[in-house]
T-cell receptor, first 116, second 111 residues
């Protein structure tokens, strides 16, 4: 799986948009970009994933650059409960994994602190 | 749908003992993966099971083992516990090749 680079920490004011960047310059064509977050001592929570196109769900938006070498996770209106470590992960698409559930390789992630 | 459940949530053991942790996947999910999280090493992949077979294994000693039952429930076992095995053990389930959903974890403390 390709490696990712994220800033170690970011701050955001409550109610403002939080934009979390991720660099994955060695991503392959069959690799998805996944985002998870982990609130202290809880299990990681799936947020969103994408391959090429921008994606949006009820939690966040994912913007992937055209060359797929970087992406940005956007939390449109951050709340105090969004304070967490956010992980950007790239992993092989399911159809390429030979029937196996490819492991997730977690980096150190970005600690997002939402301030009141 | 109910999420991934893990039992017990907290556990205290002493060095040399063994421990068994349990994971019940989301209904319909047949793949179960296990991860270890420590402050020093972060989140690391242990192994993955599908249809009662171990499909992938991380770089952990043989003291760490697991199994999966016909109903997709999984257990992991750690024998001869060491202080360094103190960690949050996470289980994740998915349909094959798709998004993994994590449970709340079991926090193990080895004294």
């Amino acid at each position: 799986d390709a490696k990712t680079t994220q800033p170690p920490s970011m701050d955001c004011a409550e109610g403002r948009a939080a934009n979390l960047p991720c660099n994955h310059s060695t991503i392959s064509g069959n690799e998805y970009v996944y985002w998870y977050r982990q609130i202290h001592s809880q299990g990681p929570q799936y947020i969103i994933h994408g391959l090429k196109n921008n994606e949006t769900n009820e939690m966040a938006s994912l913007i992937i650059t055209e060359d797929r070498k970087s992406s940005t996770l956007i939390l449109p209106h951050a709340t105090l409960r969004d304070t967490a470590v956010y992980y950007c992960i790239v992993r092989v698409a399911g159809w390429e994994s030979g029937g196996s559930n490819y492991k997730l390789t977690f980096g150190k992630g970005t600690l997002l602190t939402v301030n009141p | 749908k109910a999420g991934v459940t893990q039992t017990p949530r907290y556990l205290i053991k002493t060095r040399g003992q063994q421990v068994t942790l349990s994971c019940s996947p989301i209904s319909g999910h047949r793949s179960v993966s296990w991860y270890q999280q420590t402050p020093g090493q972060g989140l690391q992949f242990l192994f993955e099971y599908f249809s009662e077979t171990q499909r992938n294994k991380g770089n952990f000693p043989g003291r760490f083992s697991g199994r999966q039952f016909s109903n997709s429930r999984s257990e992991m076992n750690v024998s001869t516990l060491e202080l360094g095995d103190s960690a949050l053990y996470l289980c994740a389930s998915s349909t094959v090749g798709e998004t993994q959903y994590f449970g709340p974890g079991t926090r193990l403390l080895v004294l």
